[in-house]
């Protein structure tokens, strides 16, 4: 395979799409859409966010000590974007791009109703990069949506429907079909079975 070399950048996908909900001391909610989330650790469940220092959404992290991580479904990738180029330093952006908030159970910062996956947060530490903090933070509560589940109990993971940003060509897609079962299909390729 031939291939081309960029540098170094930020060109790497699928990257998961999500808004992040926060809060000021006033209890004012902010919408952020961040692309650079992961879990990065089970034991114990830990979020990742890189945010640039000057953003609201650092700021209201910093006063409250939490946050919640919202899953973007693939049918708001218009108010994501806009989410993610307005700044909550200047307006409300729930209300500019009509996207609505509820209590979440563990923290003070809102749930995003129109998400399929909620993941409430709280601060642990951060690591300083350049202009950007990666902001570690504990899992609390994860809400996933009741229509995800069948009868039997069993997760549909197409029902949520993730957005993803592929960053460094700055577009949003939705995902295909399933490949493979994790933790079971690569089992083929040991001792020939």
């Known amino acids: 395979m031939q291939k081309r070399q960029l540098g170094p950048c930020v060109t790497y996908f699928p990257q ?16 952020m859409t961040a692309s650079w989330v992961g879990i990065v650790s089970k034991t114990p469940p830990t979020m990742a966010v ?27 990738a218009v108010e994501a974007d806009y989410c993610g180029i307005r700044s909550g330093h200047k307006e409300i952006k729930s ?32 690591v300083e990069l350049g202009e950007y903090r990666l902001v570690m933070a504990e899992i609390l509560q994860i809400h996933a949506a009741e229509s995800a589940f069948d009868e039997s109990g069993t997760m549909d993971v ?14 949003y897609w939705d995902l295909g079909n399933k490949r493979a079962q994790a933790y079971t299909d690569g089992k083929r390729l040991v001792g020939g079975k």
């Open 50 to 76: 890189s945010l640039h220092k000057g953003r609201k959404t650092y700021e209201n992290i910093l006063q409250t000590k939490e946050f919640v991580v919202n899953m973007v479904p693939a049918s708001l």
């Open 16 to 31: 998961p799409t999500s808004i992040i909900t926060s809060i000021d001391q006033a209890g004012t909610a902010n919408l």
């Open 95 to 126: 209300e500019a791009c009509g996207l609505s908030l509820e209590p979440a159970e563990q923290v003070k910062a809102s749930l995003l109703v129109e998400s399929p996956l909620n993941v409430e947060c709280r601060f642990v530490q951060e």
């Open 158 to 171: 197409r029902r949520f429907d993730p957005l993803v940003y592929l960053g460094g060509v700055r577009e």
